[in-house]
Nanobody, 125 residues
Framework: QVQLVESGGGLVQAGGSLRLSCAASGRTFSRYAMDWFRQAPGKEREFVAAISRSGGSTDYADSVKGRFTISRDNAKNTVYLQMNSLEPEDTAVYSC??????????????????WGKGTLVTVSS
């Protein structure tokens, strides 16, 4: 099993930036593809970004492409989400998720095995 703990959320003005972190427990972090999802008030959870085990492959939701960057440091058991040019529509609880995989170059959009509890990002206009 792996436990995921997010941090870095907070209140930011539109146009600002935040960097979220997701720290994973255990020694097998490099076996997991990682995702970020978000859930805004009154809305369903949606995919934000994904990264492969190796970090060499990434993908993003259209709504965040060019503004958000997902990265990982397997030595630190941590995945990051750098968020720039934030908009009020980005306000949500952001959660990281992990999916164990034997394929180092693949990322996933669903079917995640483990979830963090999330961190709140609020973007004011």
């Amino acid at each position: 099993q792996v436990q995921l703990v997010e941090s870095g959320g907070g209140l930011v003005q539109a146009g600002g930036s935040l960097r979220l972190s997701c720290a994973a427990s255990g020694r097998t972090f490099s076996r997991y593809a990682m995702d970020w999802f978000r859930q805004a008030p009154g809305k369903e959870r949606e995919f934000v970004a994904a990264i492969s085990r190796s970090g060499g492959s990434t993908d993003y939701a259209d709504s965040v492409k060019g503004r958000f960057t997902i990265s990982r440091d397997n030595a630190k058991n941590t995945v990051y989400l750098q968020m720039n040019s934030l908009e009020p529509e980005d306000t949500a609880v952001y959660s990281c998720a992990a999916k164990i995989t034997y394929n180092s170059g693949t990322y996933y959009y669903d079917g995640m095995d483990y979830w963090g509890k999330g961190t709140l990002v609020t973007v004011s206009s």
